[in-house]
Each structure stands twice: as C-alpha cells, then as structure tokens.
T-cell receptor
Framework: GQQVMQIPQYQHVQEGEDFTTYCNSS?????IQWYKQRPGGHPVFLIQ?????EVKKQKRLTFQFGEAKKNSSLHITATQTTDVGTYFC???????????FGTGTRLKVLA | EAGVAQSPRYKIIEKRQSVAFWCNPI?????LYWYQQILGQGPKLLIQ????????DSQLPKDRFSAERLKGVDSTLKIQPAKLEDSAVYLC?????????????FGSGTRLTVV
C-alpha cells in the first residue's frame, strides 16, 4: 500500500542548532502538508506545498517539495525550545483525495 | 472562529464494552474526518465524510467501528465491542471542500484506554 516515511524518527538538538526532517513517499503526490504536534496536543497545520520543486518559508522554517513530488523536507534554523514537538508530513497520492500521514519526527531541543 | 469540538477528552473502558465519541466541526466545513492515532505513530484516517455522505472508509474496521454524520454537521464514532488494540487517541478534523481545502483543523481528541 501507499506509505509515507519520515527520517529521522527522533532528533535531539542543542538550542540554536539547525534541524531537518525528511519525508519520502512510495508514490507520487499531488501535494503535501506539514503539521506540528506538541506533546499531549493535536496536529496543527503549518503549510501546504503543491508545485514540483516548491520552496516556502515561514520565519525560521523552510519547506521544500521535491522535483519528482515524492519527497519533502522541513528545515528549522536556529531551533528554540518552542520548536519541541513531533513534525508530521501528510501526502496526498496523485489521483486520490485523502492524505496519508508520515511516521513523524520527534524533536527535542535542549536549552 | 470556534475550533473543532470533541468529547469526551478521556475514556477508560473494559474490553468488549462499547464507547462513542462526538465531534462538532468548524461551522461551514463540509468535510469531516475521524483519525486514529496510536502512541508514537502518525494519525491514520478511519473515515471521511463530505457533508453527510461517506467519501472514504477503507481503513475503518467495520466489524466493530461505525460512524455517522446524519445532518451533515456533527458526527459520532462508535466502537462495539472494544479491543485492547483500540487504545489510542481519536482525532476529529474538518476542512473546507475541494480546491479551498488547505490544511485540516483538528480537535483536541479523545484519549481511549481499553483495559
């Protein structure tokens, strides 16, 4: 079946260091979304990418959609303790209407 | 705007018992989703409604799970009978439909523990 994998599963960084999580789909995606889930909380929508090779920025966060529309990445510059949480990508396989969530990357930031 | 409302927040039941969860989506959101999130995993779509019709329920264990959205607004998800492996957080989400859909808004979820 269609799968969306994320690496790494966990990442511990010192405050101020950069962080990147990678999302890989087994099938081509129409678009991809990113969500953040704080510990004990629910997923909160961050951004959606639609075009091949698209890059979007939100302050210290940079999102990229791969040229083949099968992978994506989220990069955080100079992490802060408020960045703690699990980051999920959710891809919509081409020709479908539902999103498949990735396995998530859990980020811990050490002060 | 008000968010997606879910109740109860927590529920503990014994295996083989039944349980129901309730969700009220954001006003005007035609699409409603129920997700199951097992600890340490990403949310898994159980069922998707468009107004009061089912769009996708391919991952809903229909022998024990049922869901309805009779008037195209709020929805209930039921499990009967519950199994130990049903312990998870059940998240409801809603979104605008079609091309206007950009991101889903999730409720706070119901944490179910089956003992």
């Amino acid at each position: 079946g269609q799968q969306v994998m994320q690496i790494p599963q966990y990442q511990h960084v010192q405050e101020g260091e950069d962080f990147t999580t990678y999302c890989n789909s087994s099938t081509t995606l129409s678009n991809i979304q990113w969500y953040k889930q704080r510990p004990g909380g629910h997923p909160v929508f961050l951004i959606q990418l639609v075009k091949s090779g698209e890059v979007k920025k939100q302050k210290r966060l940079t999102f990229q959609f791969g040229e083949a529309k099968k992978n994506s990445s989220l990069h955080i510059t100079a992490t802060q303790t408020t960045d703690v949480g699990t980051y999920f990508c959710a891809g919509r396989p081409t020709g479908t209407y539902k999103y498949i969530f990735g396995t998530g990357t859990r980020l811990k930031v050490l002060a | 705007e008000a968010g997606v409302a879910q109740s109860p927040r927590y529920k503990i039941i014994e295996k083989r018992q039944s349980v129901a969860f309730w969700c009220n989506p954001i006003s005007g959101h035609a699409t409603l989703y129920w997700y199951q999130q097992i600890l340490g995993q990403g949310p898994k779509l159980l069922i998707q409604f468009q107004n009061n019709g089912v769009v996708d329920d391919s991952q809903l264990p229909k022998d024990r799970f049922s869901a309805e959205r009779l008037k195209g607004v709020d929805s209930t998800l039921k499990i009967q009978p519950a199994k130990l492996e049903d312990s998870a957080v059940y998240l409801c989400a809603s979104s605008l439909e079609g091309l206007d859909r950009v991101g889903d808004t999730f409720g706070s979820g119901t944490r179910l523990t089956v003992v």
